[in-house]
């Protein structure tokens, strides 16, 4: 699987979909109904009609993930993060968000990250350019779109700031513009809320720091502990091979694992739940690990050995929870 993917042959792009459209199938055929997660400001009561027809839900899943695919994919390669141009980080990527039926239905997280990935390819060009002005507007009005279907992706604010600071010397407009690029769009959606006397809906659940009740199954230990695993040795490794990287490479890496720290602040400072947050995680996990095994390729079981636990991981969570060989 890693060797094949690894390639950046044409015809493998078409390979992507269809790997998401196979992994995507247990949201149809799976007797467990599709999770709603009520952090959604925009158009919540849209979400929950959707979320009642399984077979809606697959289908809105697997366009807004090829899509998220292909971003990612033209992040990594555009910016030459890794050695070779590749499909890899992709197809980490979509393991990661449907290795549990609770994330890869959730088709505002879907939403959300595509505005995420938006934000990292534009915020990508921020390298050294002494006004970005118009960057940094455009990175904080997308990430408000993603807050909007997903409410805890508007902490990544912070991770705006940290990353222009890595980027470039600071001034206090890098600071403000972002701020008001947030703003707007709450701007506009309070203006139409009070123009049609209407409320925020009263079930979004609001921030409140160091006080989230994690519960995980059996099958989320197994699986969050696997991932953790590769999470240290990519690690690990990156920090030992960050001198043979560029300046430019570096920062970028900087800005990935900085968004990493953001995203698992953001787990225990909303009522939030790890699984769900996991959507969010997947973006700079898929590129680390994509660079962890690049670094393994010379040892060429190790990366398919990685690969395969990936997706019997998937399998094991799916089997586990729709009890498919129960009698």
């Not at 994919?73 to 590749?86: G, R």
Request: with cysteine; proline share 4%.
């Amino acid at each position: 699987m890693f060797r094949f993917f690894s390639s950046n042959q044409p015809y493998i792009l078409f390979f992507v979909p269809l790997l998401a459209a196979a992994l995507l199938l247990p949201i149809g055929l799976g007797p467990t109904p599709t999770v709603f997660y009520q952090q959604t400001v925009f158009i919540s009561d849209i979400f929950v009609a959707l979320s009642k027809s399984n077979w809606v839900v697959y289908l809105i899943s697997f366009f807004i993930l090829s899509v998220n695919s292909v971003l990612i994919h033209q992040l990594t390669d555009k910016q030459s993060i890794f050695v070779k141009s590749n499909h890899i980080t992709s197809v980490i990527y979509i393991l990661l968000i449907t290795i549990s039926p609770k994330i890869s239905g959730l088709l505002q997280l879907h939403i959300s990250s595509f505005f995420i990935l938006l934000v990292l390819i534009r915020i990508s060009h921020l390298y050294m350019v002494e006004k970005p002005y118009s960057i940094l507007f455009d990175c904080g009005l997308l990430l408000s779109l993603s807050s909007l279907f997903y409410l805890p992706s508007g902490f990544l604010l912070i991770w705006i700031c940290i990353t222009t600071l890595i980027f470039k010397p600071i001034t206090w407009r890098d600071f403000f513009i972002p701020i008001v690029g947030f703003t707007t769009p709450y701007l506009f959606y309070t203006f139409f809320l009070f123009y049609f006397d209407q409320s925020i809906d009263s079930s979004i659940q609001l921030v409140s720091f160091f006080n989230t009740l994690i519960v995980l199954s059996t099958s989320d230990i197994i699986s969050f502990g696997f991932i953790f695993v590769l999470i240290a040795a990519a690690l690990l490794t990156y920090f030992m091979n960050v001198q043979r990287k560029s300046v430019r490479v570096r920062n970028l890496y900087l800005s990935y694992l900085w968004l990493f720290i953001i995203i698992i602040l953001s787990i225990l400072s909303f009522n939030g739940n790890i699984r769900t947050t996991t959507g969010l995680f997947a973006i700079p996990f898929s590129i680390l690990l994509t660079d962890f095994l690049f670094v393994l390729e010379k040892k060429k079981w190790l990366p398919e050995l990685i690969m395969v636990l990936l997706f019997t991981i998937f399998l094991f969570n799916h089997i586990s929870i729709n009890n498919w060989f129960s009698f």
